[in-house]
């Protein structure tokens, strides 16, 4: 069964990996027969009232893919997954992989564009989502794009169907499931994580995939004791599969799916369940440390603290094992593929400022300027990257991919990055946030570090706006701690650091939030969107007052 709109990797590279043992012929269908079979009766996934073993996992998922072939999903069919933190993600998922059709991952903010745009471009024969979720209410999302995706054939409702069906109602006849599909068909599709535009569809095969997940395991020293905590959205690449739930699930350990990362919420759970590790996004650090203060005792049983997403600073870092009692590790991936993590035998120094090193020897690397020249050893360029688990193409995108890959098949990131003698990468910033301030260039993130040195600032995000003279000046949107911060203070610090004058941002911009994208990162492109906004309906001539002067 191939998949005409995703491409391979040459066939002398994927001889290559199966050789070294990274592809191992394993489907996801293979993969929990296995683990079933090992783990049997010890607890495999926690969620709400659900408290599922091994062995029930593999029987629900098992029961949802004869319910799914009765259908007629078929494989290589696309279907939509749109689920929140819920012990049914688990069993809707292996429950396609054992027919041989494709989740797209969807994640639960996404909303009609993102989910119009999923079915479409994957011409999607169903759409399996939750009745309502954080006061949303997914039925009539439902209802909406299926007026408008003629491909779309099947709405499944976790909850209260409506006038859709349930999946906990669908018949469960007597179908003999087809074999398995082959590891190297392309087994999920993935979201780009990009600030920019709607998300490419990111193909993934079970090989390459489940090799990521292994090795991930290996590194952060799972094993059947874990018990992690996802509080990130479980569909989301980090908390997928670096190592994320599918790595705890291979290593045997227990799952505990949160609801929410607000420590009203997880710190209690992590003290019922008795988590030993748990994954966070950069912004969501510092609202831990402030309530560790108060409640550090419910995080007796945290060992191991992963702190990924985006690139964490580093005066934070230094913080988490004094205030959290937990070892850091920082995580750098990408759901294309690459991913990095520091060591747990590595220097302190390595885990604060690094964002850590790749996981197979089969990572190829390259840090290149503008023109695709290496850059001198230590200096700072573009990333790109191929090997086993990274892709060679986005989904049915032959322009984008154009673009986004080398000829010889390396993955542009779009990330700047520093690469140390230790093979340790430092994530300098995106490209795309780059400020060409007349020609100079300001990297956002160096100028976010800065200013997030100050001690009243608690998050900030740098973004250009326009401007007649210089084509971009940078306007930083900062949450404050007091509200008699000044701009003018803030612009002073900056400039006392020693930097570059032109890197001072030009305006500072007060928020009581930070917007954010659909997978957790700060939405740029609105927050560029706001300032130009303000900044044009400042220029238009406001209209004349009424005069009441003779």
């Known amino acids: 069964m191939k998949h005409a709109h995703s491409i391979a990797w040459p066939e002398a590279d994927a001889a290559r990996y199966r050789a070294a043992g990274h592809w191992a012929g394993q489907s ?29 996992l593999e029987a629900e998922a098992l029961a949802l893919a004869r319910r799914f072939a009765a259908l007629g999903i078929v494989g290589g069919d696309r279907v939509v997954v749109q689920l929140p933190n819920r012990a049914e993600f688990f ?57 408008e995706v003629p491909t ?31 590891a190297s068909e392309v087994a999920l599709l993935q979201l780009s994580g990009g600030s920019t535009g709607t998300p490419k569809l990111i193909p993934r095969t079970a090989d390459d995939y489940l090799y990521s997940v292994r090795e991930s395991a290996h590194i952060c020293g799972l094993t059947p004791h874990t018990v992690y ?13 670096s190592p994320g739930t599918l790595g705890v699930l291979y290593a045997g350990g227990t799952v505990v799916l949160g609801g929410s990362a607000a420590p009203e919420i997880a710190f209690p759970l992590i003290a019922r369940e008795r988590v030993t590790m748990t994954a966070l996004v950069p912004p969501l650090v510092p609202v831990w440390l402030a309530a560790a203060a108060t409640r550090r005792g419910e995080l007796a049983t945290l060992q191991h603290l992963q702190v990924g997403g985006a690139r964490f600073d580093s005066a934070l ?38 964002q850590g090193r790749p996981i197979s020897p089969d990572d190829e690397v390259r840090v290149l300027d503008d023109d695709d020249q290496p850059v001198p050893p230590g200096e700072v360029g573009h990333l790109l990257t191929r090997g086993p ?29 520093r690469q140390l003698p230790s093979g340790h990468l430092v994530v300098e910033g995106r490209a795309k946030d780059q400020i060409n301030r007349g020609g100079e260039k300001v990297p956002a ?11 009243s600032v608690v998050d900030v995000a740098l973004v250009a706006m326009p401007d007649a003279q210089l084509g971009e000046r940078s306007c930083a949107f900062v949450i404050s701690r007091h509200a008699g911060l000044r ?18 941002p030009d305006r500072v911009e007060f928020v009581d939030e930070l917007p954010k994208t659909a997978v957790g990162k700060f939405d740029k492109k609105l927050l560029r969107q706001r300032i130009a906004e303000k900044l044009a309906a400042r220029a238009r001539p406001t209209p004349l007052e009424v005069q009441t002067h003779p």
């Open 28 to 56: 996801f269908a293979g993969f929990l027969a296995e683990i079933a079979q090992r783990h049997g009766e010890n607890t495999a996934v926690v969620a709400g009232g659900a408290r599922w073993s091994y062995r029930q």
């Open 91 to 147: 069993a809707v998922v292996f429950g396609l992989w054992r027919i041989g059709a494709l989740p797209v991952f969807a994640l639960p903010a996404h909303r009609k564009l993102e989910i119009g745009y999923f079915c479409r471009h994957a011409e999607a024969v169903a759409y399996i989502t939750v009745d309502q979720h954080a006061g949303f209410d997914h039925r009539e999302l439902a209802r909406e794009v299926m007026a």
């Open 152 to 182: 779309l054939t099947h709405v499944l409702i976790a909850g209260e169907a409506g006038s859709f069906r349930s999946l906990d109602l669908l018949p469960d006849p007597e179908v003999v499931l087809p074999s398995p599909p082959a």
């Open 229 to 241: 905590l996802c509080v990130l959205p479980v569909a989301h690449n980090f908390a997928l599969s």
């Open 317 to 354: 870092a230094q913080r988490v094992e004094p205030e959290l009692g937990a070892r850091l590790q920082q995580v750098f991936g990408m759901a294309e593929g690459l991913v990095n993590y520091t060591r747990h035998d590595d220097p302190l120094t390595l885990v604060t400022q690094t």
């Open 389 to 417: 688990y990274t892709i060679r193409g986005y989904y049915r995108a032959d322009g984008h991919n154009a673009r986004a890959f080398t000829a010889d098949g390396f993955y542009r990131t779009g990330d700047l990055v």
């Open 445 to 455: 993130e160096e100028i976010e570090h800065l200013l997030m040195a100050h001690p």
């Open 487 to 504: 701009a003018s203070a803030l612009m002073q610090f900056v400039r006392a650091q020693g930097v570059a004058a032109f890197k001072v």
